[in-house]
């Protein structure tokens, strides 16, 4: 009686049990240290919770369970054996021992992740108390294995979650500036940002071809406020390099003399899906400050500056040439003067929108997708309760769009 039921009753306890040590292995790794660091504060005093201990819970939690499924394995094995001595049967109750478990693993797993603060928060007491007991064992784990870990002063101190997490305990606790926050969380963000999201785009860049004066191309940067002109060879698709400022000035008693290529400064070439923060590094690498933009054709698509990736960062910086227009002004009848440039995700979230954002990224990207054709000023877009007015344009680029909500009324009508 105990083979037909004793052994499999026996078999369920462990498959149970191999489902909770995965659930608090899954849960203890999701939490993180600066986690459990304030649970440990909250309930125990200001105890602390090192990278060292986690790895020894983790290692005791993988060995416990290693040896639960040997035995598992062979407890099946013996099952099957004695009901029916067949090898076909062995098998047959191996794999559905094995599938049973990884079912309830997955489930349990799942589970873990998304309670994984009341697993730890009630497991951490009683997994310590096993570590301790276990603690021959898991040395010597550590011990084998030490030749193979990257030492102490490599191991990661936290995880960019961690430090999110704790970034905004530090915000609920009044301990951190708004104007801080924001730029610590413009940092994370900033890992996810490729160029096509923060350059100049081609229809901004002021250019000059290579030939023009040097007298010309001073002219230029002192009418736009800029200290760097690129310098095209026959298309602005054939970025050269560009000419600097000071470099022009000091021969500027010259100023009919043409600009060649030999005044020119190298830039950096980098495809429009590249991350900022790659491109930030290989500028620095290389020391250049100006980074042409390429779209998929290999065509000019924009331009990135230094400066670009900075105020990603810092917010915008306005010099003295700089004249400051806000992307969005709020006028007295309850509509906006919105910069045709700006983001629709940043338009629905200020003013609360709902346009689509699927297919265009920017709101006059948004206009010229509904008309098909270059817009007039004036024209005005009606469209899922909103009124969308072209108020300037620029040759054929929209600068300025007036956003209104429809009346009731003029819905209905």
């Known amino acids: 009686?105990?083979?037909?039921?004793?052994?499999?009753?026996?078999?369920?306890?462990?498959?149970?049990?191999i489902?909770?040590?995965?659930?608090?292995?899954?849960?203890?790794?999701?939490?993180?240290?600066?986690?459990?660091?304030?649970m440990l504060a909250g309930d125990q005093g200001d105890e602390a919770f090192t990278p060292e201990e986690q790895a020894r819970l983790l290692t005791t939690l993988l060995m416990l369970r290693s040896i639960l499924i040997l035995m598992l394995g062979a407890l099946t094995a013996l099952w099957a054996v004695r009901i029916v001595p067949t090898p076909t049967y062995l098998l047959a109750c191996l794999s559905l021992?094995?599938?049973?478990?990884?079912?309830?693993?997955?489930v349990g797993r799942r589970y873990a992740r998304a309670s994984s603060d009341a697993i730890v928060s009630r497991t951490l007491a009683l997994l310590r108390k096993v570590n301790l007991l276990l603690s021959p064992l898991v040395n010597l784990i550590f011990w084998m294995t030490s030749p193979l870990s990257p030492g102490e002063d490599k191991l990661p101190l936290a995880s960019l979650q961690d430090l999110h997490e704790e970034i905004l305990e530090l915000k609920s606790q009044g301990l951190l500036e708004e104007a801080d926050t924001e730029m610590i969380e413009s940092l994370f963000e900033l890992g996810e940002t490729i160029a096509r999201e923060v350059m100049v785009p081609r229809v901004d860049m002021i250019c000059a071809q290579v030939g023009t004066t040097l007298g010309?191309?001073?002219?230029?940067?002192?009418?736009?406020?800029?200290s760097r002109i690129p310098i095209y060879q026959?298309?602005?698709d054939t970025i050269l390099g560009f000419v600097h400022v000071k470099d022009l000035l000091t021969d500027i008693e010259n100023s009919n003399r043409a600009i060649t290529r030999e005044d020119l400064r190298e830039v950096l070439v980098v495809p429009g899906t590249k991350k900022v923060v790659e491109i930030l590094r290989d500028l620095q690498a290389e020391n250049l400050a100006l980074a042409v933009v390429l779209d998929e054709y290999g065509g000019t698509d924009g331009l990135l500056t230094l400066e670009d990736i900075v105020e990603e960062i810092v917010g915008d910086i306005n010099d003295e040439y700089d004249q400051e227009v806000a992307d969005l002004e709020m006028q007295s009848d309850g509509?906006?003067?919105?910069?045709?440039?700006?983001?629709?995700?940043?338009?629905?979230?200020?003013?609360?929108?709902?346009?689509?954002?699927?297919?265009?990224e920017t709101l006059g990207g948004f206009v010229y997708g509904q008309l098909g054709r270059v817009p007039k000023q004036d024209e005005i877009i009606e469209i899922d309760?909103?009124?969308l007015t072209v108020?300037?344009?620029?040759?054929?680029?929209?600068?300025?769009?007036?956003?209104?909500?429809?009346?009731?009324?003029?819905?209905?009508?």
């Open 1 to 17: 009686m105990l083979e037909l039921w004793g052994l499999p009753a026996i078999g369920v306890a462990i498959i149970l049990v």
């Open 391 to 413: 108020v300037d344009v620029n040759r054929r680029r929209i600068t300025r769009v007036r956003v209104e909500r429809l009346g009731v009324e003029e819905n209905v009508a």
């Open 216 to 226: 010309d191309v001073v002219a230029l940067m002192k009418e736009h406020g800029f």
């Open 335 to 360: 509509s906006a003067i919105v910069d045709a440039k700006m983001i629709l995700e940043d338009v629905n979230e200020s003013l609360g929108l709902d346009i689509p954002v699927d297919e265009h």
């Open 385 to 387: 309760g909103l009124r």
């Open 97 to 106: 021992t094995t599938l049973v478990l990884v079912g309830i693993e997955v």
């Open 234 to 236: 026959d298309s602005i």
């Open 19 to 38: 489902s909770l040590l995965g659930m608090a292995e899954t849960a203890l790794t999701q939490v993180g240290l600066h986690r459990v660091q304030r």
